[in-house]
């Protein structure tokens, strides 16, 4: 069974204050690990999809990157605005039509 | 245009009662999935449909049932409603195994009272 493992629980940054989340990750044959931000009542919005280790890809402010055992969403020089919860979620070969996703990092970024 | 639309969005009833929560993509998509989230945020798949079959039904009381009329449409069926039924429940969808990414609704926060 995929297992998915974000930490922080919660995260508070000042403006500008560049930091990393983190997502560890256990499944057989990974096929692919999805970045999602979720905002109050709304639904998850995808961000990114690394396949494979080494892999890195950029969005904004937001960078992340995929290792085999985990991936860091790396946030520089955060705004407000980046306030929210960011999702990781994985599908591996023995799931390969569902997302299995982590609990979630809630980042409040104070102006 | 809203890609992937779900209503109602807020959904107050009472126990033992039967209640839908509707779902439409206009994004062409060939799958389509109900989530619901529980109080910790916590995304957990319910049940996945491609090209209106049933692939994946994962372990939810049979009170819950899905209907696919069209590979635009999924629908959630919920029977005798029960306190612990209440959460958000989301729809997505993908094209094929969405390797590419889902598109999400924005949910529909069901309470039982």
């Known amino acids: 069974e995929d297992q998915v493992t974000q930490s922080p629980e919660a995260l508070r940054l000042q403006e500008g204050e560049s930091s990393s989340l983190n997502c560890s990750y256990t499944v057989s044959g990974l096929r692919g690990l999805f970045w999602y931000r979720q905002d109050p009542g709304k639904g998850p919005e995808f961000l990114f999809t690394l396949y494979s280790a080494g892999e890195e890809k950029e969005k904004e402010r937001l960078k992340a990157t995929l290792t085999k055992k985990e991936s860091f969403l790396h946030i520089t020089a955060p705004k407000p605005e980046d306030s929210a919860t960011y999702l990781c979620?994985?599908?591996?070969?023995?799931?390969?039509?569902?997302?299995?996703f982590g609990s979630g990092t809630q980042l409040t970024v104070l102006p | 245009d809203t890609a992937v639309s779900q209503t109602p969005k807020y959904l107050v009833t009472q126990m033992g009662n039967d209640k839908s929560i509707k779902c439409e993509q206009n994004l062409g998509h060939d799958t389509m999935y109900w989530y619901k989230q529980d109080s910790k945020k916590f995304l957990k798949i319910m049940f996945s449909y491609n090209n209106k079959e049933l692939i994946i039904n994962e372990t939810v009381p049979n009170r819950f049932s899905p209907k696919s009329p069209d590979k635009a449409h999924l629908n959630l069926h919920i029977n005798s409603l029960e306190l612990g039924d209440s959460a958000v429940y989301f729809c997505a969808s993908s094209q094929g195994g969405g390797f590419y990414g889902y598109t999400f609704g924005s949910g529909t926060r069901l309470t039982v009272v």
């Open positions: 979620a994985v599908t591996s070969a023995g799931s390969a039509r569902q997302l299995t």
